[in-house]
């Protein structure tokens, strides 16, 4: 029979109590919210503490108990280098478009604005619903990620904490929007180090070995340079993961929120190094832990070597930090997906428009997670509903970001070009059990493919989904230079 770390009743009380903390600095705060603007991107005054504390906070959600240290139990250092990297890069890639749409856009308030202007109404259709698809499946992955965990910890069936988890936080943030957002990531931020420096502590200081040594022992392969793995794997996520935060709304909210942009430079440059310690060590717990025990559950890979010795104070501390985690990222995203719907709605549907465009969205935004709670309640991998939504960005972020600096590349081409990099990347993208994908093994027989693609389906299929649209715009470009 598996450990049953802290009683049901236990667990929700904990629960209750955070939640409770965070509804109430909702309500106290909701008062300074004025208008749909300051209700996206505050008062535009952010300092480099609370602008820092809250683009991590919001970049860490309860994914990096799980993510990281799954990818490296198959993928080697090679996963978790790329992993960290990956979640690093966005802040640093941002040091150099935010200021720059900043200065274009002044008063703008999301990524969006740029689109429309640069593509036209075609495109950004496109990559609204592409980023509101993506927002959706982050906010399913991380109540799904918060649910397993306390079904781990306690055996709380599923739909109770995705269905209490979703209440607690759209309690707060409908009433406070962004602003509170920040302000409550201060708290979630203090707490997320807090327990990251004492797990630290607590894996390392129980090893009876150098944990290097132990990985090298046990997993040689995992470290070994010869293994293909540590390639394709890091580069996979590195890329995954930059495309995809380069489409989130809620990392544009906090570009427009600084109050300036040396500020704004500042606060990037700490947040990357905060983001790429702190998932460097989480992909490493996988390590050890898979060193220790390679019948490990990958999802779970962190949790097992934490929770190995039964204390209830380490119990306690993980369920905080799972709930800061959580509560952090999932405010984040209603508040992005909510911004959005308010700036762009109309041009999807006229209804979402006016002056009760607030309150419309709010309706919106309860039926969204009604569906969010059905998703999550199934318990699907945390790591593959990641990686499906990364591959919808990947399609797109070399047609959009290359648009910074090429601006013949129109709006046709930009359909094109996401729709073919889409469809392309699909054909590979792994089944579940990344042995098959709907061209390798369904489409065409297996027998007819070399193992090494077979064997890195997910790495081609990201590949492909950033190859194809660069070389459609590379073509068209080339052909029009020769006319």
């Not at 109770?160 to 509170?180: D, H, Q, W």
């Not at 470290?223 to 793995?229: A, E, G, L």
Request: net charge positive; proline share 2%; glycine share 6%.
């Amino acid at each position: 029979m598996e450990n049953i770390y802290l009683s049901k009743e236990t667990t929700l009380i904990i629960t209750l109590i955070i939640g409770f903390l965070f509804i109430t600095l909702g309500y106290v705060n909701s008062k300074k919210i004025s208008d749909n603007k300051s209700h996206i991107v505050g008062n535009r005054n952010e300092s480099i503490f609370s602008l820092t504390a809250s683009l991590s906070a919001s970049a860490l959600g309860a994914w990096i108990l799980f993510g990281p240290s799954s990818a490296a139990t198959w993928g080697g250092i090679g996963a978790v280098i790329g992993y960290a990297l990956g979640t690093a890069a966005p802040m640093l890639f941002l040091l150099n478009f935010g200021p720059k749409i900043r200065r274009e856009f002044p008063y703008g308030m999301s990524l969006t604005e740029f689109v429309k202007r640069r593509f036209g109404t075609g495109i950004l259709k496109i990559i609204l619903i592409l980023i509101l698809f993506y927002l959706t499946i982050f906010l399913i992955a991380e109540i799904t990620a918060i649910a397993s965990l306390l079904n781990l910890i306690s055996k709380t069936p599923l739909w109770v904490t995705a269905g209490l988890t979703l209440i607690i936080c759209l309690l707060y943030i409908l009433r406070g929007g962004f602003k509170l957002s920040i302000i409550t990531d201060k708290y979630q931020f203090i707490i997320i180090l807090s327990v990251i420096l004492f797990s630290i502590i607590l894996i390392l200081g129980n090893l009876d070995t150098n944990s290097f040594e132990l990985i090298k022992q046990n997993s040689p392969k995992l470290v070994s340079k010869n293994y293909i793995p540590n390639y394709t794997a890091g580069l996979t996520f590195f890329i995954a993961v930059v495309a995809t935060n380069l489409f989130h709304q809620g990392n544009w909210q906090r570009v427009f929120a600084a109050k300036n942009n040396f500020i704004l430079k500042k606060s990037l440059i700490y947040s990357s190094i905060i983001s790429f310690l702190i998932v460097l060590w989480m992909g490493y717990t996988g390590l050890i832990s898979f060193s220790l025990n390679p019948k490990i559950e990958p999802d779970l890979a962190f949790f097992k070597i934490i929770l190995s010795n039964d204390n209830v104070l380490i119990i306690v501390s993980i369920l905080i930090l799972a709930l800061a985690l959580t509560l952090s990222t999932i405010d984040t995203l209603i508040n992005a997906i909510s911004s959005l719907i308010i700036i762009d709605g109309k041009e999807l549907n006229k209804f979402l428009s006016g002056r009760e465009i607030k309150n419309k969205c709010n309706k919106l935004i309860l039926l969204l997670c009604v569906i969010v709670f059905i998703f999550a309640s199934k318990g699907y991998s945390i790591l593959y509903l990641f990686l499906f939504a990364d591959l919808l960005c990947c399609a797109a972020v070399v047609t959009i970001f290359y648009g910074f600096f090429k601006k013949k590349i129109n709006t046709k081409l930009s359909i094109v070009s996401i729709i073919f990099g889409l469809s392309s990347g699909l054909l590979f993208f792994p089944s579940q059990n990344f042995q098959s994908s709907l061209l390798v093994g369904n489409i065409i027989s297996l027998e007819n493919f070399s193992p090494i693609i077979s064997s890195n389906l997910l790495f081609i299929s990201f590949i492909v989904a950033i190859i194809v649209p660069l070389v459609i715009i590379v073509s068209y470009s080339l052909r029009n230079s020769l006319r």
